[in-house]
């Protein structure tokens, strides 16, 4: 099992529609957890960080399950500026795991 | 304040030549890492360096990939008798430890003729 997945998709999504990923790690005892989106050849950018009550930034809500060790993103009303790919982050202090990311394009 | 700067943006060279990447991270971060995304590919860890602790090289692909860093300043990552595979962007990334936020650069683009 890979360390951190993610589905490649892409996702095609009309625009303001909503749209949600989910992001699976293996070690249980990861404690760091981030949502980053890289546009087309540019570097990545930190969307937000992921608490594990959960947090809210805008259109954007994202969730930590660590029963069954996920954390999701949510896009509430999403916007053709929203097409990115989604990169999610987990670790700890030791070792921190990007994943391949999830292409999503919103549709006008 | 500035974030993480990386030379050269792009980067063209022959087969068989050395080349040497630059990054100056984010002042007071004292975590550096390296990374190397191919064209349509995931990013792939390189290396990374926690002040003056010994870095974790784990990611290295082989023998002709170095880097270094001195204290809590500039890395410079090192490719010698480049390949046409190494046709990469290289991006650095610091953040102020490894459980916190990276914070990327623009990366250099390396093509291998």
């Known amino acids: 099992r890979k360390e951190v997945e993610q589905d490649p998709g892409p996702f095609n999504v009309p625009e303001g529609a909503t749209v949600a990923f989910n992001c699976t790690y293996s070690?249980?005892?990861?404690?760091?957890f981030f949502w980053y989106r890289q546009d087309c050849r540019k570097e990545p950018k930190l969307l937000m960080s992921?608490?594990?009550s959960g947090n809210e930034d805008g259109r954007f809500t994202a969730q930590l399950n660590r029963a069954s060790q996920y954390i999701s993103l949510l896009i509430r009303d999403s916007k053709l500026s929203d097409s990115a790919t989604y990169l999610c982050v987990g670790g700890r202090d030791d070792k921190i795991i990007f994943g391949k990311g999830t292409r999503l394009h919103i549709l006008p | 304040g500035a974030g993480v700067s990386q030379s050269p943006s792009n980067k063209v060279t022959e087969k068989g030549k050395d080349v040497e990447l630059r990054c100056d991270p984010i002042?007071?971060?004292?975590?550096l890492y390296w990374y190397r995304q191919r064209l349509g590919q995931g990013l792939e860890f390189l290396i990374y360096f926690q002040g003056n602790s010994a870095p974790d090289k784990s990611g290295l692909p082989s023998d002709r990939f170095s880097a270094e860093r001195t204290g809590e300043s500039v890395s410079t990552l090192t490719i010698q008798r480049t390949q046409q595979e190494d046709s990469a962007v290289y991006l650095c990334a610091s953040s102020l430890s490894r459980d916190q936020p990276q914070h990327f650069g623009d990366g250099t683009r390396l093509s291998i003729l």
């Open positions: 992921v608490y594990s």
């Open positions: 002042s007071g971060h004292t975590a």
């Open positions: 070690n249980s005892a990861s404690q760091s």
